[in-house]
């Protein structure tokens, strides 16, 4: 009499049996990654971007050479600091220009810092003018951070304009002070602001002939400006 003894199963067909069917969750799927490139090139550091406010600088340089000249003689006499201010608004555009035409965070900051390393070079203030450009960045630029940089409007364009012209003026009230023992602080700081909201309008207006020709990207379609 023969018995016959069942043949051991194998560890492994136990184990796949024990598994069962494969979760089609736990399969390997492929991993999507995103660049992060692709949020810096939206950013004022984008290559389009950064070469637009770098074009910007330079043509502003028209502009901010002989005014960098006309300034130090703005504390030579009351009447020099009135048309100082007066002419506030011609210092607003180089500044104002790469927010309205850029529209991002730091456009300004950046553009400031270019034509700050520029004058240092081509103007009597030397390596100074780093410093004041970027101020006169910072007061631009400062407004639309504080409006989380959500509203590129005319009005909030305005009202970056309006401090710059602000601070400048206070800062002309000073220098008059100093130079001359006098100052004459409410029409000091009206003129200076008046000039800049002259200048922040003038901006807004190259700003959309710009758009036309072709230049920055025009926002009026997502913000009427």
Known sequence: MSSSTPAPERPDVVQAQQAGPPDPDSQERPVIRSSARSGLADSALGTRNLMTLAALSVVSMILLIPLNYLAPAAGAAPDAVLVGCAIMGLWVIPYLLPATVVRRPGAVLIAATIMGIISAFITPSGPGAIFGNLMGGLFIEIPLALLLYRKWTWWSFLISAATFGLIN?????????????????????????????????????????????GVGIDHRVKSRA
Not at 183 to 211: E, F, K
């Open 169 to 213: 003026g206070f800062l002309y009230i000073k220098l008059l002070k100093v130079a001359t023992g006098a100052a004459y602080p409410a029409v000091t700081i009206t003129i200076a602001v008046a000039s800049a909201l002259v200048g922040g309008g003038v901006t807004i207006l190259l700003t959309h002939l710009l758009n036309r020709a």
